[in-house]
């Protein structure tokens, strides 16, 4: 096994005696007893020469810049050893070896600063960070050097308790995780520069850093992997950062740095340059390397015509420039741009956001029901539910097209999902009973089946209410279930074994695949409107539904034609074999139901007609 970390040796690089004996001492105190002064470069040679065989039994050089004739990339070259394992990390005491850093490129160098093997601590010195520099560097230096040694104890190193015990003493207003500034403080930085170009314009800008994927490497490799890659990303741009720019952690793998004075020019470079970083940065778990890039977005002071009152104003600004990078391919630069498309897509899911938010607490959602009907009997089959928002004054009528969308980029649509299907069953329920033969198509979102909440919400909602099962069908879009597609299936699978019936929404207005049809265990299929509503004069559209309905037939599933919108389609679909159909011919989603379903299609028809 290991030694103990804190028998390791310990070296403080230090011209100062003085300065030297108060940190020995300090750390003498605290449990490490192999600690060792030099105070010039050749004694820091000197003293790790006995150890040239044993690597493993060095800890730390705690160096000042100060230290006479010391070139850090020498020291660091000095110190690194075959393997990242087996280097010595540097925690460098004071603040101007980062400029002479910008010119002085080399490659060990830069690659010990990438791997967080050189920790940066600003003077005077704050002991408490000192001492948890040094069990941050012990910590990555062991896990390191225990991921080298193939062990298994690995993955949990980081985490443990040395590392978190160590943060937990650091200051207050950091991120506990990396050390950076919290949200909070940071404002309230961004509030005095605010204040300040109120009265002297001065300019700047804000930095939005987004880590590329990091959900995928935090659901791949687990949390405390994804925790070790944000401070390891987080260590590759301190190296870039001038300490008078606040930079702070805004998210769980989202970072905020406040360029203060810099043109825009600049600005670009400088986020550029912390982008390539990251592009070359590889990120290591156990055998598999993770290419981890980050999407910036910037927003300016001065740039933007409307003045900026508020810190979050400027977070906002940066944080859709930041989303426009991503959009477009992320690991990329974006500024922030009042014209931006994207960013009026944000401003318009920004608007809306919160009403749906409060759509689903106030009662504001509501259904409407458009029939299909069975092309055979010429009867109504049964109503597809299509949701609705009160708008301002309760008699406008929001469309779904404006809200779903919304909902779904921002995360709400599961929500309305629920809200819908527990509303319908509600409402079969409170049917009377000469309507019990009535049955309603209910939409559902992609995401729907990512768990199994909506399953359970059926089985539970269906048993308290005594509703039949087969009175309930669910349309799911081609697209969305090929997106995902084994858990997509199993869910169907289940839900249809309770007695619901599914189809297939909008079929051949993605990719049209036969093949995944085969697969899909749905009742019907429902043809995208586009290939119904010019069938009488496109031949195309024609020999399109006629397959579709040849296959369906072969495959034991039915055909539903949405957008049905004349005699002569009705008629078409009648000789092609299409079995249900749907469309403003027939009726137009109304917040009633016909009271009788034996009503014939030609009086739907003539209703329909007078009704428009
Ligand atoms: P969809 O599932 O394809 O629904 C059919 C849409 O076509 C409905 O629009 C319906 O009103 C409209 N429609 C039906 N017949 C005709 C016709 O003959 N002519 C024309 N021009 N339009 C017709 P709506 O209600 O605006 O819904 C739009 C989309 O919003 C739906 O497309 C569906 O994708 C989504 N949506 C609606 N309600 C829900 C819901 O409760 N949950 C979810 N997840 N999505 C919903
Ligand atoms: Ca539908
Ligand atoms: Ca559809």
Redesign the pocket.
Known sequence: MMSNAKERLIIVAESNLDIAQNITHYLADHGFSNLQIAQDTSSVYETLRPYYRHPEKVGILIISEHLPECRIADMCKALAGAQDAYTVPMIILGTQYKQSLEYESDTLLDRAQANGLIYHLELPLNKAELLMAIHFQLAIKRERRLRYMNEELLTNELAERKVVDAKLKYLIAHDELTGLLNRQNFERHLWIILKRNKKLPKNGALLYIDIDRFSLINELEGYKVGDRLIVEVVTAIRMLVNKTYSFTRIGSDEFCLYLDNQSADDTHQFAEKIRKALDEFRFFVDDVVYNSTVSIGIASLLQNDKTIYHPSDLISRARQACRMAKENGRNMVWEYNDTDSGVLERQHDVYWAPLIRKALIDARFF??F?PVIDLHSERISHY?????MKGKDDNETI???IF?PVAERMGL?HS??LW?VENAIDYLAALPDFMAHVSLA????SV?FQDKSLFYLIKDKLKMTWVDAGRLMF?I?ETAAVDNFEQTRNMILQIRALGCKFAL??FGAGFCSFNYLKKFPVDYIKID?QFIQNLINDETDQVLVRSIVEIAAKLGKKTIA????SPDVVAKLQEIGVDLA????FG??EKTLQASNVISIYRLMQNAQMND
């Open positions: 259904l409407v458009q597809e539910v299509l949701l609705r469309s779904p097209t779903i649509i309305v999902d819908v209910v939409n559902l979102s729907a349309e879009t929404d909008d409107g949405e957008f049905v919108q749907q469309g403003y011919i137009k989603p």
